[in-house]
């Protein structure tokens, strides 16, 4: 019997070490972020954007929304930020893009309200491959976004959502670049650690009319590991200590824009942008209240869409996928 326990000591291990297992999780994880934020591209909205916003907010629970350094928030709370893409292949042309964002939020346990504005500056290149007579599609985009979400327990543990969002993008002229999104579900425990959302609703613009859905799948293990897996957005938070952290991400990039009426694509249109994007984040928190993240971006191929003033599709342009990064500052108050 004692050979047989001294046998059984040394015998070799096949497992991976507890190391090993790190890498190959986080590996795992990534590979889900890509693959989710690949998945977007054929079920995403292309007009009004802005649901992901809600799916966080809806898996993080009542009372519990989460800013996009992983950090729990209760309160106002304002952020700023820029990304830049380089350029992508848009039919042999170029399409780059830097955006300029600024929001503010405040939650309470119940009811979350934000407002923010986006703009977006493209920088096109080899322009006589576009059907626009040596001329870019558009320069400046610009796009306000405001939203409302109410959540809180429904029966038992089961918890539910709703949330109203409303949206203005135009290039030059404001009028008629509105659209809508509707959404509602609810949030079921499975155990303590993990949760599921279920949800949806319907998109509303000048061009479209067309559902949205909403699936998550939330664990949190502490303080120190959060993932949300779904659609319309992935996030993976691992926080190394009370200053710094690292997220993973996937997610979608879309708006609808009202064109000016000399606009050399669609006069008095519409442009439809829609763009899956993966990104690797490093959050760090100096001080109480005050974070910051850097973040290396990858955008998925999207496309490009231009309608006419009473709603018509002119054309669809495929747009290839070109690296980015951004930065982000945000104060909670």
Same mark, same amino acid.
């Given at each position: 019997?004692t050979?047989?326990?001294?046998s059984?000591?040394q015998?070799?291990?096949?497992?991976?070490s507890p190391?090993?297992? $790190?890498?190959?999780?986080?590996?795992?994880?990534?590979a889900t972020?890509?693959?989710l934020?690949a998945m977007g591209e054929a079920?995403?909205a292309q007009?009004?954007?802005?649901?992901?916003?809600?799916?966080?907010?809806a898996?993080?629970?009542?009372?519990?929304k989460?800013?996009?350094?992983g950090?729990?928030?209760?309160?106002?709370s304002?952020?700023?930020?820029g990304t830049a893409?380089?350029?992508?292949?848009? $039919?042999?042309?170029g399409?780059a893009v830097?955006?300029d964002?600024f929001?503010?939020?405040?939650?309470?346990?119940h009811?979350?309200?934000?407002?923010?504005?986006?703009?977006?500056?493209?920088?096109?290149?080899k322009?006589?491959?576009?059907?626009?007579?040596g001329?870019a599609?558009?320069g400046?985009?610009?796009r306000?976004?405001?939203?409302v979400?109410?959540?809180?327990?429904l029966w038992?543990n089961v918890g539910g959502?709703v949330?109203?969002?409303?949206?203005?993008?135009?290039?030059?002229?404001?009028?008629?670049?509105f659209d809508?999104?509707a959404?509602?579900?609810?949030v079921?425990p499975?155990?303590?650690?993990w949760?599921?959302?279920?949800?949806?609703?319907? $998109?509303?613009?000048k061009?479209e009319t067309?559902?949205?859905?909403?699936a998550?799948l939330?664990?949190e293990s502490?303080?120190?590991?959060t993932?949300?897996?779904?659609?319309?957005?992935?996030?993976?938070?691992?926080?190394?200590?009370e200053w710094?952290g690292?997220?993973?991400?996937g997610?979608?990039?879309?708006?609808?824009?009202?064109?000016?009426?000399?606009n050399p694509?669609a006069?008095d249109?519409?442009?439809?942008?829609?763009?899956p994007?993966a990104g690797l984040w490093?959050?760090?928190?100096?001080?109480?209240?005050?974070?910051?993240?850097?973040g290396?971006?990858?955008a998925?191929p999207?496309?490009?869409?231009f309608?006419?003033?009473?709603?018509?599709r002119?054309?669809r342009f495929d747009?290839?996928?070109?690296?980015?990064g951004g930065?982000?500052?945000r104060?909670?108050?």
């Amino acid at each position: 019997m004692t050979g047989l326990q001294k046998s059984g000591r040394q015998s070799p291990r096949y497992w991976p070490s507890p190391a090993v297992r $790190s890498w190959l999780f986080g590996l795992g994880l990534l590979a889900t972020v890509l693959v989710l934020a690949a998945m977007g591209e054929a079920g995403a909205a292309q007009g009004p954007g802005g649901e992901e916003e809600e799916a966080l907010a809806a898996m993080a629970g009542p009372g519990r929304k989460q800013g996009r350094d992983g950090a729990t928030a209760s309160g106002l709370s304002l952020e700023a930020g820029g990304t830049a893409v380089a350029p992508a292949d848009v $039919s042999g042309a170029g399409m780059a893009v830097w955006r300029d964002e600024f929001k503010a939020t405040y939650d309470t346990e119940h009811v979350g309200v934000d407002l923010g504005y986006t703009g977006s500056h493209y920088d096109f290149s080899k322009t006589g491959r576009l059907p626009f007579g040596g001329r870019a599609p558009f320069g400046d985009l610009h796009r306000f976004d405001a939203g409302v979400t109410a959540k809180g327990g429904l029966w038992g543990n089961v918890g539910g959502f709703v949330g109203l969002r409303g949206g203005l993008g135009y290039e030059r002229d404001p009028g008629g670049g509105f659209d809508g999104t509707a959404l509602a579900g609810i949030v079921v425990p499975l155990g303590s650690r993990w949760a599921m959302t279920l949800g949806g609703g319907v $998109s509303v613009s000048k061009v479209e009319t067309q559902p949205v859905a909403i699936a998550g799948l939330r664990y949190e293990s502490g303080s120190r590991f959060t993932a949300d897996l779904g659609f319309p957005r992935t996030e993976v938070v691992w926080r190394g200590g009370e200053w710094w952290g690292l997220r993973l991400t996937g997610g979608i990039e879309a708006g609808q824009y009202r064109l000016a009426d000399d606009n050399p694509a669609a006069p008095d249109g519409y442009v439809s942008m829609l763009s899956p994007q993966a990104g690797l984040w490093f959050d760090l928190r100096p001080m109480e209240g005050l974070s910051a993240s850097f973040g290396a971006l990858y955008a998925l191929p999207g496309t490009m869409t231009f309608y006419r003033e009473s709603g018509s599709r002119i054309k669809r342009f495929d747009v290839g996928g070109a690296p980015g990064g951004g930065l982000r500052l945000r104060y909670e108050f």
